[in-house]
């Protein structure tokens, strides 16, 4: 079986699962009249908030994890 065969034949839980524990997202979002960056877990659970984006990026990659923006 190829790898696309295989994505193709994922069910609906195991394709929501894909990526969780190698993908972070990052938020640019105001709180409380500061700009601050959520990071999200690829199933969407919120980990953490960041006071810049920065900081955010490094933060998911010495957790092993490939941060992406969200916008």
């Known amino acids: 079986m190829n790898e696309l065969t295989a994505v193709r034949e994922l069910s ?6 894909l990526g969780v524990n190698d993908l972070a997202y990052v938020k640019k979002t105001s709180q409380e009249g500061k700009e601050v960056y959520l990071v999200f877990s690829a199933d969407g659970t919120q980990i953490a ?23």
């Open 12 to 17: 609906p839980q195991d394709f929501l699962l």
């Open 49 to 71: 908030t960041m006071s810049d984006h920065d900081i955010a990026f490094a933060a998911v990659r010495q957790n092993g994890m490939e941060p992406l923006s969200v916008h």
